[in-house]
């Protein structure tokens, strides 16, 4: 109705225009919501992916960490991280951004708000991916502080030096495999190396599997993290005028390629299976718009495949990556922003325009800044904390009465 009275009363050219900046403001406004719910909902995807890998007496711990990555971050983006990613430094861009969020006067239909959210759930979904890696062991404090920093500083500074900013090291990553995904898996990484193993498993060096307690929780939550990826990579066209069918096409492809090749390569393992999924559409988010759909197949393959060997190269190394947020998100990363280079050349049926060195510099540039800073906080929240860990006889009776007080099944709880 206000679209038509818009052009009821436009009487010359200068209306006209108005008019239509109006509607093209409006559908972008709404594309961005929508898109951006749908990839809010990869918070649940996560919750249930994380929550069935873990032991029943830590299924709450993981839920009241995801919720928590989200309420933070709500807070710490509106206030700095969504003014570093996209001004870097620049003292008046946070006293102009500050003096408006105090205000309702939004110019636009308020699409810099509608933007700000969008830039939101992609912060939420880097800093969630930690929480996966560090499960069962770390106290729920220090987890917070580390969610804060990563949420206000280390993921918007990465975004700002990436090409989603400043392009100070620049790469092609349409939605996402490195400056979200690989740089979560990487900081989970370097967390994980600073915290160290749970309590029994490594003994005399030998890995020693601690089974998560509710697998079809987790592939429940690896089909709803599918489903909000495609607000992930079809939204991050970030206009109504610019979406792309090869997007969702080579999203879905890379999907069943990561299942496939994490099912071949695990001999049919379900919960290899159910990451490999993800793990795909991880590798996808750099090139889905530059790659073919045969291209987005078999990079899929590629990350599907390399799941099982990296995990189980993680556990070689002594480390203890609970959900297997290195291969799923890291390394799956790192296989889809190279993998770019090669199958978005115009010979392989790409769109061109991608330089395969710029993505190695890039995969290079993600596993040095997200390992390192990742250790480095990891380190510094706990002397702040007095330690990273809880106790090993906290560690033992599970992290929902320890630091929660509520089992996740209290009925068992009840004799």
């Not at 990869?42 to 995801?66: C, D, I, P, S, T």
């Not at 500074?157 to 900013?165: A, E, I, K, S, T």
């Not at 592939?219 to 792309?244: E, Q, R, T």
């Not at 799923?328 to 280079?341: F, M, P, R």
Request: charged share 10%.
């Amino acid at each position: 109705m206000v679209t038509a009275d818009l052009f009821a009363h436009a009487t010359d050219i200068n209306s006209i225009v108005h008019a239509l900046t109006v509607m093209a403001n409006s559908s972008d406004v709404f594309f961005l919501v929508v898109m951006g719910v749908l990839v809010f909902m990869m918070q649940w995807g996560f919750a249930m992916l994380e929550g069935g890998q873990v032991r029943k007496k830590n299924a709450n711990n993981v839920m009241m960490k995801n919720m928590v990555d989200w309420l933070i971050g709500c807070v710490a983006w509106l206030f700095i991280g969504g003014v570093l990613a996209s001004s870097g430094f620049d003292i008046s861009a946070y006293t102009s951004w500050w003096s408006q969020i105090f205000g309702t006067n939004w110019p636009n239909n308020g699409l810099d708000l509608a933007s700000w959210f969008f830039g939101l759930v992609f912060c939420a979904t880097a800093a969630t991916i930690v929480s996966g890696g560090v499960a069962e062991r770390i106290k729920f404090g220090a987890y917070v502080l580390i969610s804060i920093v990563i949420t206000a500083l280390l993921y918007p500074l990465f975004v700002y030096l990436g090409p989603w900013g400043a392009g100070i090291v620049p790469w092609h990553d349409y939605a996402g495999s490195l400056v979200v995904h690989g740089l979560g898996g990487f900081l989970a990484l370097g967390a994980i190396a600073a915290l160290g193993p749970r309590v029994g498993r490594f003994v005399n060096g030998k890995p020693i599997p601690i089974l998560g307690h509710n697998i079809p929780m987790a592939v429940f939550g690896a089909f709803a993290l599918a489903i909000g990826w495609y607000g992930f990579n079809v939204g991050s066209s970030l206009a109504l005028g610019d979406v792309s069918g090869l997007v969702c096409a080579t999203t879905t492809l890379a999907m069943a390629g990561g299942g496939i090749g994490a099912l071949i390569m695990s001999k049919k393992d379900v919960l290899f299976t159910a990451n490999g999924i993800v793990a795909g559409l991880v590798a996808i988010c750099s090139g889905t718009d530059v790659v073919s759909p045969v291209g987005g197949l078999l990079i899929g393959l590629a990350a599907g495949i390399q799941v099982p060997i990296v995990y189980k190269l993680v556990e070689k190394l002594g480390l203890d990556d609970v959900c297997g947020v290195v291969p799923v998100h890291g390394t799956a990363g790192v296989v889809g922003a190279i993998l770019t280079g090669i199958f978005g050349m115009t010979a392989l049926g790409g769109a061109g325009g991608v330089s395969l060195l710029n993505q190695i510099i890039g995969a290079i540039f993600c596993i040095v800044y997200g390992t390192g800073l990742g250790f480095i906080l990891a380190k510094i929240v706990g002397l702040f904390m007095g330690g990273l860990r809880v106790s090993e006889e906290d560690e033992k009776r599970g992290l929902d009465l320890a630091e929660h007080k509520l089992s996740a099944y209290p009925e068992e709880e009840m004799v």
